[in-house]
């Protein structure tokens, strides 16, 4: 359960689960060596950023900025990731591989969608113990977003017209689905039952009414693109903003529950400043926003920064 908004020059994310991996934060120098199954050793282009697993030394991560200022985000996929084997003339990245190469490689999202337009990602497993996950990822910059979704048929990639990203469905039953609320506004409801009789709203916000409140994937969608497209920025800026955006999908602990019954939480919220190269945080438990930027990177090495 993730939910990942693209406005403007900022990306705010929610990691949802009822587990922590020992999320870190990293920075990578300009020329940190990446090597790929597939595709042999790449040096990255620019410093990276971005929330990680690291194993054995490697990080693995969950989403990034560049200090071009792109931004990859990878979401859980589940029931329609799928991935494949190497195939002869693709561009062949595992699942854990795509963030790295994204950010390794790309000076903004055009450029991406060029470097990607032979993607194939593949079925290959970092370890014995880190198999594959399913996953689907949104690439952004101050221009737009995309979605990258491996399906059945090969590897989709299109614009995202909305910004938003959660987890399965595919992005296109979700931009369905927006059709339910388009009606949907911030204000006062018009009286269209009784036209002749005065009925008087007993409340604010009954313009919203149908907006959905759970914490399943679709119903975060349609609240997360609602919310961003009426949010004002107040006084308090653009990264308090973000953050009271993704509050409205974050996840109490309890409030959902896994498979097996262990509660959910929000892990983390990030909001990423693409322009000032600027990560910000906060965690379940510590509700002050944190930030690490690019202007505390060395030159020489990986700095990992605990969350």
Same mark, same amino acid.
């Given at each position: ?15 949802? &689960? +009822? ?33 990680? !697993?690291?194993?054995? /030394?490697?990080?693995?991560? &969950? ?10 985000? *990878? ?30 490689? *790309?000076?903004?999202?055009? /450029? ?20 594959? #996950?399913?996953? !689907? ?8 977003? *995309? ?26 039953? !979700?931009? #369905? ?12 409801? +018009? ?10 709203? &007993?409340?604010? /916000? ?6 959905? /409140?759970?914490? %399943?994937?679709? @119903?975060?969608?349609?609240? *997360? ?5 009426? #949010? ?25 529950? @896994? ?12 909001? %990423? ?8 945080? #906060?965690? &379940?438990?510590?509700? +002050? ?19």
């Amino acid at each position: 359960m993730c939910t990942v908004v693209a406005k403007g020059n900022y990306i705010g994310r929610t990691l949802d &689960y +009822e587990c922590s991996f020992g999320e870190q934060l990293v920075i990578l120098p300009k020329g940190y060596l990446f090597g790929l199954i597939h595709e042999g050793e790449i040096r990255s282009k620019h410093r990276i950023m971005g929330i990680c !697993h690291i194993a054995e /030394g490697v990080p693995l991560f &969950y989403e990034g900025i560049n200090d071009s200022g792109v931004g990859a985000y *990878a979401l859980n996929f589940p029931r329609y990731a799928c991935y494949n084997k190497a195939r002869e003339g693709k561009l062949n990245l595992a699942s854990f591989e795509v963030i790295s190469y994204i950010l390794s490689l *790309a000076s903004s999202l055009e /450029g991406a969608l060029k470097m990607l337009s032979a993607l194939n990602i593949t079925n290959d497993s970092f370890s014995d113990s880190l198999p594959p #996950t399913p996953m !689907h990822w949104l690439i952004a910059d101050t221009e737009g977003s *995309a979605v990258i979704e491996p399906l059945t048929g090969g590897v989709k990639i299109c614009k995202n017209p909305v910004g938003v990203l959660t987890n399965s469905p595919p992005l296109d039953y !979700h931009l #369905t689905r927006l059709s339910e609320i388009i009606s949907l506004h911030p204000g006062t409801p +018009e009286n269209r039952l009784f036209k002749n009789e005065k009925q008087p709203p &007993y409340s604010r /916000g009954m313009g919203a009414i149908g907006l959905p /409140g759970d914490f %399943s994937s679709v @119903s975060r969608f349609l609240r *997360a693109a609602f919310v961003k497209n009426n #949010t004002v920025t107040s006084d308090e800026g653009e990264i308090e903003s973000l953050f009271h955006i993704m509050d409205s999908v974050a996840v109490p602990l309890g409030c959902s529950l @896994s498979e097996s019954g262990e509660p959910v939480s929000t892990i983390y919220t990030s909001v %990423s400043d693409l322009d000032r190269g600027t990560y910000y945080y #906060t965690t &379940y438990k510590s509700r +002050e926003i944190k930030s690490i930027s690019f202007d505390m990177s060395l030159n020489d090495r990986m700095q990992v920064f605990d969350i």
